[in-house]
């Protein structure tokens, strides 16, 4: 377990890292408590990259989202506290909704692909940090992390238009299955990354 004021810089990172994402646009208050959920269930991973006493990177996944609920449902007035300026707007309230229920309509075939429970919910780098190894480090003990936990392969949910990140994930081993459109027609490529046995 990382120390409590970790969470808000990981969140600030994700902001920073992740602009157009849905998530950021919820605040890091709300970020720090969906992180520090994901450090305290037992199915999910957190690793964090420091310099001195700053988190220069972080990445972050495990098997559903059930147990981060969960825990962020045990800190409830928190949880309220920080998502009451949102809760008055509509299109944060359908999009906390999606996020909620993971819904999306898949192109063709995908009912026919099985995939990995574990997922690779986000990997962010400070820009003054990239370019130095930083991510493909915290991908790759990601990777070990889950196998061993016994995963045997993880997805990766990444943005159409997203380039980098596509190179990035191709680069470190993930393979492209399938387009899912989510966010109002917005379509993402779903990668899956096979973990050696």
Do not use: W
């Not at 902001?15 to 199915?43: H, N, P, Q």
């Not at 999910?44 to 825990?71: H, S, T």
């Not at 392969?153 to 943005?159: E, H, N, Q, S, Y």
């Amino acid at each position: 377990m990382l120390e409590a004021r970790r969470y808000r810089e990981i969140a600030a990172l994700h902001v920073e890292g992740i602009k157009d994402g849905f998530l950021s646009s919820l605040g890091v208050d709300v970020l720090a408590l969906i992180y520090r959920a994901i450090d305290e269930a037992d199915e999910c991973v957190l690793i964090v990259e420091m310099d001195e006493d700053c988190v220069i990177g972080f990445v972050a996944g495990g098997a559903g989202m059930r147990p981060i609920y969960k825990r962020m449902l045990a800190r409830f007035p928190q949880l309220v506290k920080a998502l009451a300026p949102e809760l008055l707007k509509p299109k944060k309230l359908r999009g906390l909704a999606e996020i909620l229920t993971r819904r999306g309509s898949q192109d063709e075939g995908a009912a026919d692909t099985n995939l990995p429970d574990a997922e690779l919910f986000s990997i962010v780098v400070a820009s003054a940090n990239r370019g130095q190894g930083v991510a493909d480090r915290l991908y790759v003990e990601f990777a070990r992390q889950l196998a061993k936990r016994g995963f045997d392969a993880f997805k990766i949910m990444v943005g159409e238009d997203l380039q980098t990140a596509h190179s990035f994930y191709r680069r470190m081993g993930a393979v492209p299955k399938l387009t899912a459109t989510f966010h109002k027609g917005a379509k993402s490529v779903l990668y899956v990354h096979r973990l050696p046995r």
